[in-house]
């Protein structure tokens, strides 16, 4: 553990450099003589793939993609939480690149926490929240589904993008709802009763805890996939082959079971923001459940 946070800090603060206009003098990572390549080294972490986050006027780490600290996603929590998120604590879920995370913790967050899977995507957070100075946040590369339940609760549960990653969705908001002590937004695919769409399944159910919810089967890759390779399916599910999408009145009785109080419909595009969030917008739902 300690060999690769070390192998992290040295590739981050080698982009750091490069990104600052003082390159190292050597790579840190040996190229093989004799061949074109230039081996494993800080242009890996560059660009991001998804989170565009400004890390200076002028430099960002991605052309395309989603701005967390703008995001529609992120105003949606602040205003939840009356315009302020001093004191607060987060837990952003499946984090990816960290730009939901910064956001937050440029946000006024005491304590903001992404987990994510994999390491790739670990230290580009590390990257922006150095190149950031953001010591109020943390990345720490983990499977969710025992992180979560191994840390103090949180104020706020952000959970984009990941709820639909996961076999049981039950389980995961019952341990949602166990780290939380204020709102949780939940931002998913839910699936189509009558029409299947991203290569869904039949209509099947799925039981969890008891309860049996209709929903489909989202294939996330082949049962024989190598380690290596999952690694770099940098968006995809971390510990499920398979994922399933409840139908939204399924999601919504989950989220309900699971011990929230009170679940709340946003849409951007009807509550007078007129946008959505820029994401596949098919079958896409977003949830604020609170305590
Ligand atoms: C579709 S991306 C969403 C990223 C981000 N939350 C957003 O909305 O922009 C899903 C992310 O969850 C991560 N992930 C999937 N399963 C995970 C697990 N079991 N534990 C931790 N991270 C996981 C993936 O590595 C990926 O970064």
Redesign the pocket.
């Known amino acids: 553990m300690i060999a690769l946070i070390t192998a992290i800090a040295r590739r981050c603060r080698a982009a750091l450099d490069e990104l600052r206009g003082t390159p190292s003098p050597t790579p840190p990572i040996a190229v093989a003589e004799g061949t074109d390549a230039r081996g494993a080294g800080w242009w890996d972490l560059l660009p991001f793939t ?2 565009r986050i400004t890390l200076a006027p002028g430099l960002e780490t991605a052309a395309i993609g ?1 701005r967390p600290s703008t995001d529609v996603r992120t105003e949606i929590v602040l205003e939840a939480c009356g315009g302020s998120l001093d004191g607060r604590t987060v837990v ?5 690149e960290g ?2 995370t910064l956001a937050f913790a440029e946000r006024g967050a005491q304590h903001a926490l992404g ?4 390491e790739l ?1 670990v230290q580009r957070c590390e990257l922006a929240r150095s190149f950031l100075g953001l010591d109020n946040a943390e990345f720490v590369i ?4 025992t992180e979560l339940p191994r840390r103090d609760p949180f104020d706020i549960v952000f959970a ?3 709820l639909y ?2 076999a049981d969705p039950a389980e995961m908001l019952r341990s949602m709802r166990a780290a939380c002590t204020h709102l949780a937004l939940i ?1 998913t695919h839910v699936a189509d009763p009558e029409r299947a769409t991203h290569g869904c399944s039949p209509m099947t159910e799925r039981m969890s805890g008891g309860v049996s919810s209709p929903g489909r089967m989202f294939p996330e890759y082949a049962p024989d996939v190598s380690d290596g390779e999952k690694e770099g399916l ?6 499920d082959v398979d994922a399933f999408w409840p139908t939204e009145a399924a999601l919504v009785d989950m989220i309900r079971t699971a011990g929230f109080a009170r679940v709340e419909k946003v849409d951007p595009l009807t509550d007078g923001r007129g946008d959505r969030w820029g994401v596949d917008p098919i079958n896409r739902v977003m949830y604020l459940a609170y305590v």
């Open positions: 998804a989170h989603s952003d879920l499946g984090c990816l730009g939901f987990i994510e899977a994999r995507s983990a499977d969710l589904k984009t993008g990941i990653h996961v931002d940098v968006w995809a599910a971390y510990s």
